[in-house]
């Protein structure tokens, strides 16, 4: 079993910053995958970014490439979403994901998920 609990989002202006974090509890956090999602109104649930066990790798969908930037403190139980120059359509719920397998970089990968925490990006 994992727990999962995202904090950090917020209201922010176009170009501004906001670090998303997800503290993770219960199995031993470096032997599984990381990965944020989001998701809008009326759309799917989407990948964002990903992350490996001990963050050899990372993955990015191509919208935020240059702009966002994951990573994980194994030793915190803490996996980090620094989001930078933001634009409104950022604007979503982002939810932690746990992979217990591999790299969760689609949706049907995910084991674990958290609450979601809401990013809104004003123009």
């Known amino acids: 079993q994992v727990q999962l609990v995202e904090s950090g989002g917020g209201l922010v202006q176009a170009g501004g910053s906001l670090r998303l974090s997800c503290a993770a509890s219960?199995?031993?956090?470096?032997?599984?995958?990381m990965g944020w999602f989001r998701q809008s109104p009326g759309k799917e649930r989407e990948f964002v970014a990903a992350?490996?066990?001990?963050?050899?790798?990372?993955y990015y969908i191509d919208s935020v490439k240059g702009r966002f930037t994951i990573s994980r403190d194994n030793a915190k139980n803490t996996m980090y979403l620094q989001m930078n120059s933001l634009k409104p359509e950022d604007t979503a719920v982002y939810y932690c994901?746990?992979?217990?397998?591999?790299?969760?970089?689609?949706?049907?990968?995910?084991?674990?998920w958290g609450q979601g925490t809401q990013v809104t990006v004003s123009s």
């Open positions: 994901a746990a992979d217990l397998r591999s790299v969760p970089t689609a949706v049907g990968q995910v084991d674990y």
């Open positions: 219960g199995r031993t956090f470096s032997t599984y995958g």
């Open positions: 992350i490996s066990w001990i963050g050899a790798r990372t």
